[in-house]
């Protein structure tokens, strides 16, 4: 006997539970106030990279060139800087930005072919409204001639950890290059927050492909081990470097290769309408790299076979890694529809460990998006929810380049993670040769509904509860229990279930008991499931109407 239930959850916020390829489950609520970003028109370069920090009162937007300040409570732009003005990092591009709750401060770094540098600017308290920032403009400096590219932003509790590309100018300037490695520089982070001058620094080097483009590590959680995360030029590994240590004393680092169980794949080109320009995905690289609880979670841009699909298409590569010794790989799957092409994730996870991501998309059909995706920290490996849709373009990106990344915060004050992705409009004028992009801001929050089965969170698409396997002697299987459901993440309502027994018609299924009711719809605060019984759980849901 199989029984199936239905579940539809009223509930004031949207949530959205459906099957998807990846035998998805799970729901993700986004704020119906998500609200407009920085745009071209504002002193915007091409491309945006996009990115995003959130403190305690502020979210804090920076595209290149450009950063806006934006009440957390309003949504409001209160304050909008060019780099000069902001701090010592004219000439800065590539910005990354992150916020430190153990600290209370923002730390964004730039890369600047002036000053042969990666800019860092730290801000003076949790309020970033406070201006000018203190800037070191040359303290990670690339050496003379040479010229940073890349750079990348991470923190543990009592470091600051910054990569970037160095190469040596070619004839024509930073503009062209050769003789490329991969620089790294660890400060010691209370020298940044007590305003030291000259803070404590180690830089290392290092020459070898497998790891340029390497990616810091955002630890959210307590952790006093650092980690850059990089893609072997073939797809098939990863590099994983390891940093323990302040400056002066900071060991070298020890660097690791992980294998993958499938390579990560070329980029294929993600189509728009009206038009043979394909939206300008920046490489199948590392885009972002979050640690929580001795796991990192990595997304890179990959090329893969959606399930139902017959061609390859852009899909994102989502892969958490075990830190702990011996370092294991706990999940590595591709996020793709069938039809849909997806690039240039950011991820972030919220305080209980649950994974968020925030991509663009495009189609055949589809102006370049944005969209989110999670996974609750509970979920089996290689599972999401249903991916939803924050802000659909309506014109198509035909400036050459796109991205080349998104961002996302946690939230230090709530269970939200935070989001900022690129779009394509004509609402806000017109810029030269194309449509402007333009950004969104928002948050996010994965909830759902959880059970005392085994797993305990119930699946949207059919999942066996029975051990070993269905259909073995009722000896085997287990006994009568009561379903008892229950929200998390602030997830409440009632629940309406409709049970459909099959394979027998002559056993009495809790208040069903005759073929007549199978179908009907009944409110139950527990279903009552009768022994010996296989049993498989699907949930579909549509948002309270």
């Given at each position: 006997m199989i029984l199936f239930v239905f579940l539809v959850l009223a509930l004031g916020a949207r949530p959205v539970f459906a099957s998807a390829p990846l035998n998805t489950q799970g729901s993700i609520y986004v704020s119906t106030n998500n609200f407009e970003g920085l745009n071209q028109l504002q002193n915007g370069a091409v491309p945006p990279d996009v990115q995003l920090a959130v403190g305690p009162n502020y979210a804090v937007e920076v595209t290149n060139?450009?950063?806006?300040?934006?009440?957390?409570?309003?949504?409001?732009?209160?304050?909008?800087?060019?780099?000069?003005?902001?701090?010592?990092?004219?000439?800065?591009?590539?910005?990354?930005?992150?916020?430190?709750?153990?600290?209370?401060?923002?730390?964004?770094?730039?890369?600047?072919?002036?000053?042969?540098?990666?800019?860092?600017?730290?801000?003076?308290?949790?309020?970033?409204?406070?201006?000018?920032?203190?800037?070191?403009?040359?303290?990670?400096?690339?050496?003379?001639?040479?010229?940073?590219?890349?750079?990348?932003?991470?923190?543990?509790?009592?470091?600051?950890?910054?990569?970037?590309?160095?190469?040596?100018?070619?004839?024509?300037?930073?503009?062209?290059?050769?003789?490329?490695?991969?620089?790294?520089?660890?400060?010691?982070?209370?020298?940044?927050?007590?305003?030291?001058?000259?803070?404590?620094?180690?830089?290392?080097?290092?020459?070898?492909?497998?790891?340029?483009f390497a990616n810091t590590a955002r630890s959210l959680t307590s952790t006093t081990t650092g980690y850059l995360v990089a893609e072997f030029v073939d797809g098939t590994a990863l590099s994983l470097v390891t940093i323990t240590g302040v400056p002066p004393n900071v060991p070298t680092p020890v660097k690791t290769t992980i294998p993958l169980a499938t390579r990560i794949a070329g980029e294929m080109g993600a189509p728009q309408p009206g038009t043979n320009a394909t939206v300008p995905i920046n490489g199948n690289i590392i885009n972002d790299v979050v640690w929580y609880g001795g796991n990192l979670w990595i997304t890179a841009n990959d090329g893969c076979t959606p399930s139902g699909d017959s061609q390859q298409r852009d899909c994102l590569r989502l892969t958490q890694i075990n830190t702990n010794s011996p370092v294991t790989v706990r999940q590595d799957f591709d996020f793709g529809t069938n039809g849909k092409y997806y690039f240039d994730g950011a991820l972030s996870t919220d305080a209980s460990g649950n994974l968020e991501v925030v991509?663009?998309?495009?189609?055949?059909?589809?102006?370049?998006s944005i969209g989110v995706v999670g996974q609750d920290a509970t979920n089996p490996a290689g599972t999401l929810s249903l991916p939803q849709t924050i802000l659909v373009g309506t014109k198509p990106d035909l400036q050459g380049r796109y991205g080349d990344y998104f961002g996302a915060s946690t939230d230090p004050t709530s269970i939200f993670v935070w989001f900022a992705g690129e779009y394509f409009t004509d609402l806000n004028g017109t810029c030269p040769f194309s449509y402007c992009w333009s950004t969104r801001i928002g948050y996010m929050m994965v909830a759902g509904v959880s059970s005392n089965f085994s797993p305990p969170t119930i699946y949207q698409s059919y999942q066996t509860v029975c051990k070993p396997m269905c259909h073995t002697s009722p000896n085997v299987m287990l006994n009568s229990t009561i379903l008892t459901l229950s929200g998390f993440n602030g997830y409440g309502g009632t629940v309406t279930a409709t049970i459909s027994p099959f394979y027998s018609s002559a056993v009495s299924y809790g208040n069903l008991h005759d073929t007549s009711e199978r179908t009907s719809i009944r409110q139950y605060s527990g279903v009552q499931l009768p022994s010996h019984s296989c049993r498989a759980v699907r949930i579909y849901s549509h948002p309270d109407q």
């Open positions: 060139f450009k950063i806006g300040i934006f009440s957390k409570a309003t949504f409001s732009l209160v304050a909008s800087y060019n780099f000069c003005q902001f701090s010592a990092t004219c000439g800065g591009f590539d910005p990354k930005i992150l916020y430190d709750s153990s600290s209370g401060r923002f730390f964004l770094t730039t890369a600047n072919y002036g000053t042969a540098s990666v800019n860092l600017a730290v801000s003076n308290s949790s309020d970033p409204t406070i201006v000018p920032w203190a800037s070191y403009p040359t303290l990670l400096n690339v050496g003379s001639g040479n010229c940073p590219d890349s750079d990348r932003i991470g923190v543990t509790d009592d470091k600051i950890i910054v990569s970037a590309l160095a190469y040596t100018a070619g004839t024509s300037g930073c503009s062209s290059g050769f003789n490329t490695v991969q620089d790294y520089w660890v400060v010691k982070k209370s020298d940044l927050t007590s305003g030291i001058s000259s803070p404590a620094v180690q830089g290392f080097s290092d020459s070898s492909s497998n790891l340029f991509y663009g998309f495009s189609s055949t059909t589809d102006y370049p």
